[in-house]
């Protein structure tokens, strides 16, 4: 893409045995990053956010580009067959880890990627409007049991619907009906004009709902209640041990990248997320912030593969 | 009553302020920039501008990028026009009389009368957003999944005679771009439909790749080696007077402008489906609505001024659920709401009330960013007049360069230049094979919409097909539906003879 | 409404629309599957799309056809170099760089209206990849190398 010129320079010079200079002299021209999405969604925002300050660190600018499609499978395959030279990031959600197992024929592995950083998670949720016959996670079982209920996420494949759908099969026992829209906007709709009966998204998505008041958060899928809803009890304080489910932003390499420039990278991201005013904006999104060393990051997305693939095989869901 | 003036006045307190009105003026000449520029959305333009709203108060950054957003809307009617291609559905409307209108030296009057449409639509919103904001919010939410497909059945059954010619082939149309609209990933199970391997089109196929290919390289093939060119007018047919309409074009446009807005209107307070049909069904509405019907398609004034008045109203009015529920109808309203959760304000039901100088100041932005716009466009019609004399063996390559790049900035996928290529090629055999193409892209359009919510509502009434009839607004459209059909019977049996202009024969 | 000279086009039409039509109905019955009466599947709207689309086109053998002129073998050549300059461009746009595409979409594309005059299409083609550059890279920012050779 953007840097290929340097990128042929810098494949040469590895060629000559100069590696670990690429990486003493890292970065040297603007680095691009991939965003999996359009401009203006929720991985773009918080990549935008987070580039401006990297920017800042590393003292080369950090241009984001979107190549939406196919639920950022896109994006993935382009930064996978790039060169592994730092200057062509990923960013990209919980879809790229419930992609390997959910898409039949995929041009590329987890292996083709590395893991730099994932600074924000945001907990998923299912939530009700307050007109509906039950509030709390145990009442919303037990009325799914005696009544139909639907459910709307952002769509199929989505964390949401994987999510909610191993919770209400594999781990309620119960009969939910999902409905998907094309985004979590149109979902918080058709929960807020009593289309549907219950909406499971992730908290972004839903926080204006809830601090208006438009919305009643059931359950939250994170080991501690959200700050945005500090009210709404966790899956587990309902019942279901350890049933946690997150939606994450990620920014990605591709494999073989010196591992100095992965930790320059992890670092800078990690110092973005420090900053007070960045946190903030994030958390302000309904994000919670994660600080991780390459070491942590890589196990936490071979964990979230692992248990997304679960999910996914255990709904039997398979696109293709 | 009182509040409206005391609010306005907050209102206009705020948007007059000079930074707020530097950011609207920044905003509306990038959206009108960008618009222009033929296959360039609104999204091209504000990521452009993301970093700004960062360090600006919220207010300002929410006038600016409404800016973008309502100026795109008044750009795309521009290379429509003139060059017959449009980069979006609404311009595709707008290309099927503003063209004809352009070849025959009417190029200005048409650009000029969808500068004043598109002020009439906007402000028309404006009043509603105003006046009844709260109460017509509810209403889009009343909207579920049974009450957009049968309003996309009843849209469908108007519009499929949006072309002239055999009915057959016009409906023969619709149904193949229905079919192309169903390209891409179910929305149910997640199984890529007619995608061949191919992940770039698992989102379905880019519209504007569609529109572009059907409409700017069919026509541009059809005048290469035709001997046609483009117009068969001189340059006196430029000169300054010529660009403005006629007492004649003012009376033809009052009453489509009118019910253009409306209609517009009412369709934008619809979350995402909204704008996207509005310019189809109000073109579809005045053709049917004409004592002249044959007229539509070579030029009437009447073909342009409807649907880019709607276009604008329902750009406008897609503010009303955005603001006061907090639900984005499209990636830019959505980017609006993030800009304003980033600065701590939570969008929802409260806003009007508990940042009254947000929302207010936000509406009279639009007002004067509106008439920017219209100060922004009238003086530049000349200019862009003037394209229609570059001879067309540099203008062809130009167009095509420009069809390439915008069909591409969408998402930045040579893979979609090349479907360009594919409907490029359909175009053109639809041409020579005397099959419409604004059918065709109506279908596209609609395909999803109907599809989805249809097999939505069939989920939720668990699998019940009365839920359609049971549900009064839906059943109302299902009525209007069975109305319409009806009348285009009756039209079908006169075949050829109702196409042409008689008078005293109204429909 | 019954044409009263035969056409061959619009025999063309009508077999192009039933091929489609027949294509789509069998892919989404075999392919993607129906689903049940009240749970539609994915195959069931590309399904009864295809068969109205077969139905449409068989009635469009007897409706009235009033084609344009046909192409002529001038317009024939003109359409395969413009499709030439599309591919040309789709391809090179991300390989060679923005510049080398607007360069060889120009050259390609006046290929279709001879004479080709050398000398203001190298013009045409210099001022476009200026304008280009200017428009898409510097204003817009599009992630796109003005050249790109390797």
């Given at each position: 893409m953007k840097t290929k010129l340097i990128t042929v320079a810098a494949g040469a010079a590895a060629v000559l045995g100069a590696g670990a200079a690429q990486a003493q002299t890292y970065p040297e021209s603007p680095i691009s990053v991939v965003v999996g999405y359009s401009a203006g969604g929720f991985a773009d925002t918080v990549t935008r956010i987070i580039a401006e300050q990297i920017s800042k660190t590393l003292g080369q600018p950090v241009v984001v580009e979107n190549q939406p499609g196919a639920a950022s499978n896109i994006a993935a395959l382009t930064v996978s067959q790039a060169d592994a030279d730092g200057y062509t990031i990923l960013a990209t959600t919980t879809s790229v880890a419930i992609n390997q197992t959910l898409y039949g024929a995929l041009e590329y592995g987890m292996d083709d990627l590395t893991a730099v950083a994932v600074p924000v998670a945001a907990p998923e949720v299912l939530a009700v409007h307050p007109d509906f016959p039950a509030q709390s996670l145990e009442a919303f079982l037990d009325y799914a049991r005696e009544n139909t209920v639907t459910y709307a996420t952002a769509g199929v494949g989505s964390g949401s619907h994987i999510a909610a759908g191993y919770f209400f099969s594999e781990l309620a026992g119960v009969r939910a009906i999902h409905v998907p829209f094309g985004g979590g906007a149109p979902a918080v709709g058709a929960v807020l004009g009593q289309q549907v009966g219950a909406t499971a998204i992730t908290i972004p998505g839903i926080a204006s709902q809830f601090q208006a008041g438009g919305l009643n958060c059931v359950a939250v899928a994170a080991p501690q209640p959200s700050a945005i809803a500090p009210d709404c009890p966790t899956y587990s304080a309902s019942g279901f041990e350890d049933f946690v489910a997150q939606s994450w932003v990620g920014f990605f390499v591709p494999a073989g990248t010196d591992a100095e420039i992965v930790a320059l990278l992890n670092t800078a991201v990690n110092e973005a997320i420090a900053d007070p005013a960045v946190a903030e904006r994030l958390e302000g999104l309904g994000n919670a912030i994660q600080t991780l060393d390459p070491e942590q990051t890589t196990a936490f997305v071979s964990d979230e593969v692992a248990s997304w693939g679960e999910r996914v095989e255990a709904l039997g869901l398979r696109i293709d | 009553m009182l509040d409206i003036f005391s609010n306005a006045a907050l209102g206009l307190s705020v948007a007059v302020?000079?930074?707020?009105?530097?950011?609207?003026?920044?905003?509306?000449?990038?959206?009108?920039?960008?618009?222009?520029?033929?296959?360039?959305?609104?999204?091209?333009?504000?990521?452009?501008?993301?970093?700004?709203?960062?360090?600006?108060?919220?207010?300002?950054?929410?006038?600016?990028?409404?800016?973008?957003?309502?100026?795109?809307?008044?750009?795309?009617?521009?290379?429509?026009?003139?060059?017959?291609?449009?980069?979006?559905?609404?311009?595709?409307?707008?290309c099927l009389d503003g063209y004809p209108m352009a070849r025959q030296g009417r190029a200005g009057v048409a650009l000029f009368m969808t500068t004043i449409a598109s002020f009439v639509g906007g402000t028309f919103a404006i009043i509603l957003l105003m006046i009844c904001t709260p109460l017509l919010a509810r209403v889009g939410l009343n909207f579920g999944p049974a009450e957009y497909a049968s309003l996309v059945v009843l849209g469908l059954i108007a519009a499929s005679t949006i072309s002239s010619g055999s009915p057959v082939r016009g409906i023969a149309m619709v149904v193949l771009g229905l079919l192309i609209g169903t390209a891409g990933s179910d929305f149910e199970t997640g199984r890529l439909r007619f995608t061949f391997g191919h992940l770039e089109i698992a989102d379905g196929i880019s519209f504007v790749a569609i529109a572009m290919g059907l409409f700017g390289v069919a026509e541009l093939l059809n005048n290469i080696g035709s001997g046609a060119r483009t117009t068969t007018v001189s340059r006196a047919d430029y000169s300054w007077s010529k660009l403005y309409p006629t007492r004649q074009d003012w009376r033809d446009s009052w009453g489509p402008m009118g019910r253009g807005s409306v209609l517009g209107a009412a369709f934008g307070i619809l979350p995402g489906t909204g704008a996207s049909i509005a310019s189809f069904i109000a073109y579809a509405f005045e053709k049917r609505w004409s004592r002249t019907p044959g007229r539509f398609g070579n030029g009437a004034i009447e073909g342009i001024v409807a649907p880019e008045s709607a276009n604008n109203a329902a750009a406008q009015a897609g503010f009303i659920p955005t603001l006061s529920l907090g639900i984005p109808g499209d990636a830019v309203m959505a980017l609006m709401l993030g800009a304003l959760i980033i600065h701590g304000i939570t969008p929802g039901p409260q806003v009007v009330t508990s940042h009254p100088e947000l929302f207010w100041g936000l509406v009279m932005s639009f007002w004067i960013g509106n008439i920017f716009l219209v100060f922004l466009h009238l003086p530049l019609i000349g200019v862009w007049v003037r394209i229609l004399l570059v001879p067309y063996k540099y203008l062809y390559p130009s167009m095509l360069f420009f069809i390439c790049i915008g069909v591409y900035s969408v998402s930045n996928s040579s893979f979609d230049i090349l479907l360009v290529l594919l409907f490029g090629v359909l175009g053109f055999a639809m041409l020579k094979l005397d099959l419409p193409a604004a059918p065709l892209l109506l279908g596209v359009v609609l395909s999803p919409i109907l599809e989805n919510n249809l097999r939505r509502a069939m989920l939720i009434s668990g699998g019940d097909p009365l839920t359609f009839v049971e549900r009064p607004i839906s059943a109302g459209f299902l009525l209007a539906a069975v109305v319409v059909l009806v009348f285009s019977l009756n039209l079908f049996k006169r075949g050829k003879g109702s196409q042409q202009a008689v008078p005293a024969d109204p429909d | 409404m019954i044409t009263r000279h035969f056409e061959p086009r619009q025999l063309i039409a009508s077999a192009a629309l039933c091929a489609t039509g027949g294509a789509a109905a069998y892919l989404g019955m075999y392919r993607y599957g129906l689903g049940e009466l009240f749970h539609l599947g994915a195959g069931a709207f590309p399904f009864l799309l295809g068969l109205l689309l077969v139905a449409l086109g068989l009635l469009n053998l007897i409706s009235a056809f009033d084609p344009p002129p046909a192409p002529t073998r001038h317009q024939w050549f003109g359409a395969?170099?413009?499709?030439?300059?599309?591919?040309?461009?789709?391809?090179?746009?991300?390989?060679?760089?923005l510049v080398p595409a607007v360069i060889l979409l120009t050259l390609t594309s006046r290929l279709a209206e001879p004479p080709f005059e050398p000398v203001g299409t190298l013009t045409l083609a210099a001022g476009l990849s200026v304008l280009a550059y200017i428009v898409f890279v510097f204003g817009l920012r599009m992630p796109l190398e003005a050249f790109n050779w390797p």
């Open positions: - | 302020s000079p930074e707020n009105l530097l950011f609207c003026f920044i905003g509306v000449l990038l959206g009108t920039l960008v618009g222009t520029l033929p296959g360039i959305g609104a999204l091209a333009g504000v990521s452009l501008l993301l970093p700004v709203t960062f360090y600006v108060e919220p207010t300002t950054a929410l006038v600016m990028l409404a800016g973008i957003y309502y100026g795109v809307t008044y750009g795309g009617s521009t290379a429509a026009i003139l060059l017959n291609l449009p980069g979006s559905s609404a311009a595709a409307v707008t | 395969l170099a413009v499709f030439a300059s599309i591919a040309v461009f789709a391809l090179s746009l991300e390989t060679l760089g």
